[in-house]
T-cell receptor
Framework: DQQVKQNSPSLSVQEGRISILNCDYTNSMFDYFLWYKKYPAEGPTFLISISSIKDKNEDGRFTVFLNKSAKHLSLHIVPSQPGDSAVYFCAASGGQNFVFGPGTRLSVLP | SAVISQKPSRDICQRGTSLTIQCQVDSQVTMMFWYRQQPGQSLTLIATANQGSEATYESGFVIDKFPISRPNLTFSTLTVSNMSPEDSSIYLC??????????FGEGSWLTVV
């Protein structure tokens, strides 16, 4: 049973436009959510996170939105750049347990 | 964050052999974890490496197959024992301090032939 889901395996966006990556979770005990970016042949890189007491967190071009009632979060990248092309993993934690989604491959087209 | 170094970065191993992966962090960390990413799959937690005591394994992973050591707060090893082609994966060391965020090493790419 997948506790963290990313239903879009891939997404293509034009350079300069907004990329929206979605993530859903099932466990209401999760209280912290994170996004990681992974390039081929590299380890995942932490991007941005949000606590369950907030509904939005922004860092430069990256914004994460959390809808607790829907158990849904999303990552917005504006404007998208070709260097953003990577696999994005959503993760959720409750205590020291981190659960990852299957990832979404983002392709930003020049 | 810290610098997290893994060795080897990549290896091709013979079926039935064992390989030890090292993870070195440039500062003391409270939490160290080992993850696996099989081809096309997500990141799966193998175990939490506990300093000075036995690792805590997740369901589906056992100490005989994946022995882990953590002699201090900056270093850990993961051994993949009696390897089969199904063990071909990326093995990732990750660390954390506050419990809110974890950071990953660059990964060790294992191919078992």
């Amino acid at each position: 049973d997948q506790q963290v889901k990313q239903n879009s395996p891939s997404l293509s966006v034009q350079e300069g436009r907004i990329s929206i990556l979605n993530c859903d979770y099932t466990n209401s005990m999760f209280d912290y959510f994170l996004w990681y970016k992974k390039y081929p042949a590299e380890g995942p890189t932490f991007l941005i996170s949000i606590s369950s007491i907030k509904d939005k967190n922004e860092d430069g071009r990256f914004t994460v939105f959390l809808n607790k009632s829907a158990k849904h979060l999303s990552l917005h990248i504006v404007p998208s750049q070709p260097g953003d092309s990577a696999v994005y993993f959503c993760a959720a934690s409750g205590g020291q347990n981190f659960v990852f989604g299957p990832g979404t491959r983002l392709s930003v087209l020049p | 964050s810290a610098v997290i170094s893994q060795k080897p970065s990549r290896d091709i191993c013979q079926r039935g052999t064992s390989l030890t992966i090292q993870c070195q962090v440039d500062s003391q960390v409270t939490m160290m974890f080992w993850y696996r990413q099989q081809p096309g799959q997500s990141l799966t937690l193998i175990a939490t490496a506990n300093q000075g005591s036995e690792a805590t394994y997740e369901s589906g992973f056992v100490i005989d197959k994946f022995p882990i050591s953590r002699p201090n707060l900056t270093f850990s090893t993961l051994t993949v024992s009696n390897m089969s082609p199904e063990d071909s994966s990326i093995y990732l060391c990750s660390v954390g301090w506050t419990g809110n965020t974890i950071y990953f090493g660059e990964g060790s790419w294992l191919t078992v032939v």
